[in-house]
C-alpha cells in the first residue's frame, strides 16, 4: 500500500535547488580552482562554499527538523543511577557477627592482644568469624538464619 502523501514528503526533504547566483558564484571560483595549485585548492573551496551558503536559499523547515533529530539522536544518554537500598541484606554470618561481636572481639584481644579499631584487630577480626560461625551448632545457625529471614 503506498501513501498518496508520501512523494511530497520526499520532495520537501530535499533541499531546494540552487539560485542563478549561487552558480555564478560557483563559476566564478571554478577558474581560480583549475589554475591553483593542489595545496592552494582547499583554501579556495572554502572560499567558495562560504560565499555559496551566504547566498543560498534558506534550508526548508522540514529538512532543518529532520537534521537536528538526527543529529540529537546519535547522542548516547547516560542511564540514571539506580535508587538507593535503604535497607541491608541480612545473612546467617551478619547475624551472628551484631549478636556476638562484644564476645568475637574480647576473645581477639585475649588470644592477640591487638586493641579495638586497630588494623591489627581487622586482621585478626575475619579468622576468628569463620571459626566462630563453624563452631556454632546447627539450632544456633537455624536460628540466625530465621533472624536474617525477618
Known amino acids: 500500500m503506498s501513501d498518496h502523501n508520501s512523494a511530497s514528503d520526499s520532495e520537501s526533504n530535499k533541499q531546494p535547488p540552487a539560485n542563478e547566483e549561487d552558480v555564478a558564484v560557483l563559476q566564478s571560483y571554478l577558474e581560480q580552482w583549475r589554475s591553483a595549485a593542489a595545496s592552494e585548492r582547499k583554501n579556495i573551496l572554502k572560499a567558495a562554499t562560504m560565499e555559496a551558503q551566504t547566498k543560498a536559499p534558506v534550508m526548508s523547515i522540514v529538512l532543518f527538523k529532520a537534521c537536528k533529530a538526527f543529529h540529537n539522536h546519535a547522542k548516547v544518554k547516560k542511564l540514571g543511577k ?29 588470644k592477640t592482644g591487638a586493641k579495638h579499631r586497630t588494623k591489627e584487630m581487622m586482621n585478626h577480626y575475619t579468622v576468628h568469624l569463620n571459626r566462630l560461625m563453624a563452631s556454632l551448632s546447627p539450632e544456633d545457625l537455624e536460628q540466625a538464619k530465621e533472624t536474617a529471614d525477618e
Not at 539506580?82 to 572481639?105: A, C, H
Open 82 to 110: 539506580p535508587p538507593i537500598k535503604m535497607g541491608q541484606k541480612w545473612t546467617e554470618r551478619s547475624v551472628v557477627d551484631t549478636l556476638r561481636k562484644k564476645e568475637l572481639l574480647k576473645k581477639i584481644e585475649d
